[in-house]
């Protein structure tokens, strides 16, 4: 157990200490480019940490994906963070595991797995609140903006919610939904350190360089 709790504390203290700009993945977002092609891209314009984030896949491409992912982010030096599969996550020695309101509970996937960051979604104030007492590592406030990345949804918390939310807990935590470079003063200013983003580079003609100027634009702030 005490390995398994100095590799918490190493992957935690990295989250804490490096990350700024927190790039997750979307194939079907991605101008037909598929995601070990955005991965390479964000590596090596400097990530930090990396979200596999794939709604569509089997779990086999699944798997597969998340292998090469793990290899690429380990020889970058950069953490590697799975949407929503708890499973794999474990299998392909991921440094943790992202967790919607609808998947499993932080605190069981804590208590069965307490090397792993696991980060949780927060659309409420009273859900940032108890994330560190459900296990969370961090927590993420959004959607801020309007986004592409989820359908149906039409309710958006603006950059107000993030001195509000970031209030009720003492947890590290990540801002996302439908931000843009022209976003960073303002949600910096309101308190944001780390922000999740899955257009602003998917979408981007050379993934790379957009990484770049993102991480650059951060350290101006």
């Known amino acids: ?57 089997d779990s086999l491409r699944l798997f597969e994906k998340a292998r090469i992912f793990r290899q690429k982010t380990l020889a970058a030096g950069a953490l590697f963070i799975v949407n929503d599969r708890v499973d794999l996550a474990l299998v392909t020695g991921a440094d943790g595991v992202h967790l919607g309101n609808s ?44 986004t592409q990345t989820k359908d149906g949804l039409s309710t958006f918390l603006g950059p107000a919610a993030i001195p509000r939310f970031s209030a ?19 949600l910096t200013a309101m308190g944001a350190r780390r922000l999740a983003v899955v257009t602003a580079l998917t979408c981007a003609d050379n993934i790379e360089e957009e990484t770049r100027a993102w991480l650059a634009a951060l350290k101006l702030l």
């Open 1 to 57: 157990m005490q390995g398994k709790t100095d590799l918490y504390q190493q992957r935690l203290r990295k989250f804490i200490e490096e990350v700024s700009l927190y790039p997750v993945s979307c194939e079907r977002l991605a101008r037909g480019r598929d995601d070990l092609v955005w991965l390479d891209g964000v590596l090596a314009g400097g990530a930090k940490i990396v979200q596999l984030r794939d709604k569509d896949s």
């Open 168 to 186: 009720r807990s003492a947890l590290p935590f990540t801002v996302m939904g439908g931000i843009k470079k022209e976003h960073l003063p303002e």
């Open 103 to 146: 998947d499993l509970p932080a605190a069981e996937v804590r208590a069965f797995a307490p090397e792993l960051i696991i980060g949780v979604s927060c659309n409420t104030e009273e859900q940032a609140a108890t994330a560190e007492r459900r296990g969370a590592s961090y927590f993420n406030i959004g959607p801020i903006y309007t």
